[in-house]
């Protein structure tokens, strides 16, 4: 695995894992055009706030790891959470974009985005996978040769520029479930 890609093993609990899919199987779910059912979540929430400390304790380790991003050398940024993230399910054979693409890898995406109104930029993303998935249905980072193994409960934390581009690998015949989000710069 590429030392850029952090994976913590059951960062979350089964019992949480479940909690969260229920939470999203009996909202109202939004019908995505890339081909996926999501729901947005944010840490102020108090039925999702307990993740904030799971992510929190994961980047943690993940900056002993790449210790630049403690960004001691400039105090004019920092890296903070987004408080805002996805909970996405994607029935059988779906993958993102499956809606607008033929093969999964035509969909291959970077997470760097935009910048926000008050200067932040993407610099992790993150995904937390709610469910096993037991043929297929990772995220394949082809510039690594990596691809995920869907577990529930295993978090992964990856940088979210152009050489950590990715696409989500179809679980043919299991629904999967995953959250997703970042962490930004911000200027202090």
């Not at 105090?75 to 607008?100: A, R, S």
């Amino acid at each position: 695995m590429d030392k850029y890609i952090f994976k913590k093993r059951q960062s979350l609990s089964n019992n949480d894992c479940k909690h969260v899919i229920h939470l999203l199987d009996k909202s109202e779910v939004i019908k995505n055009p890339r081909g996926y059912d999501y729901v947005n979540g944010s840490f102020r929430s108090i039925e999702y706030n307990f993740l904030k400390s799971i992510l929190l304790n994961g980047v943690s380790e993940y900056i002993k790891k790449h210790p630049y991003l403690e960004f001691k050398y400039n105090p004019y940024v920092k890296m903070m959470i987004d408080n805002h993230f996805m909970i996405k399910k994607f029935l059988p054979g779906e993958f993102y974009g499956c809606t607008g693409t033929s093969e999964p890898s035509e969909a291959e995406h970077m997470e760097e985005g935009p910048f926000g109104s008050e200067g932040e930029k993407r610099i992790l993303a993150w995904i937390i996978y709610l469910n096993d998935i037991k043929n297929k249905g990772g995220t394949c980072f082809p510039q690594q040769n990596f691809t995920t193994k869907p577990r529930a409960g295993d978090l992964y934390i990856w940088p979210a520029g152009w050489t950590h581009s990715h696409y989500g690998i179809p679980a043919p015949k299991e629904k999967k479930y995953f959250i997703s989000g970042w962490f930004y710069l911000v200027k202090c």
